[in-house]
């Protein structure tokens, strides 16, 4: 069974950064797909960055040229750099991952852009 816990959110003023990282209960090496997800209050869930093992990435349209993902396979993690930051992008950010046919996700991080 595979865990995944986030951290590194936080408050932060509009223009802002923050790094959040995503750390897995086992080796990734194996898991194709990883990527972050946030849900904002009263909104639908929505993936915000997806990347494969083989260094595949793709971004919402909201977020690209502000956001980088990236993932260490040897330290079974994967990162989320958040750069220019907007009070829209506050919201509960979740680490996932697919295997097969099952989706993972581990308990989100709370991201609030505010001034």
């Known amino acids: 069974q595979l865990q995944l816990v986030e951290s590194g959110g936080g ?4 223009g802002g950064s923050l790094r959040l990282s995503c750390a897995a209960s086992r ?4 898991i194709n797909y990883m990527g972050w997800s946030r849900q904002a209050p009263g909104k639908q869930r929505e993936l915000v960055a997806l990347i494969t093992n083989g260094g595949l990435i793709n971004y919402a349209d ?3 040229g502000r956001f980088t993902i990236s993932r260490d396979n040897a330290k ?9 930051l907007k009070p829209e992008d ?5 680490c996932t991952a697919k295997i097969d046919i099952s989706d993972y996700w581990g308990q989100g991080t709370q ?3 505010s001034s």
């Open 90 to 94: 506050t919201a509960l950010y979740y």
């Open 11 to 14: 408050l932060v003023q509009p």
């Open 76 to 84: 079974n993690a994967v990162y989320l750099q958040m750069n220019g």
């Open 27 to 30: 080796s990734i090496f194996s």
């Open 111 to 113: 991201v609030t852009v």
């Open 62 to 64: 909201s977020v690209k």
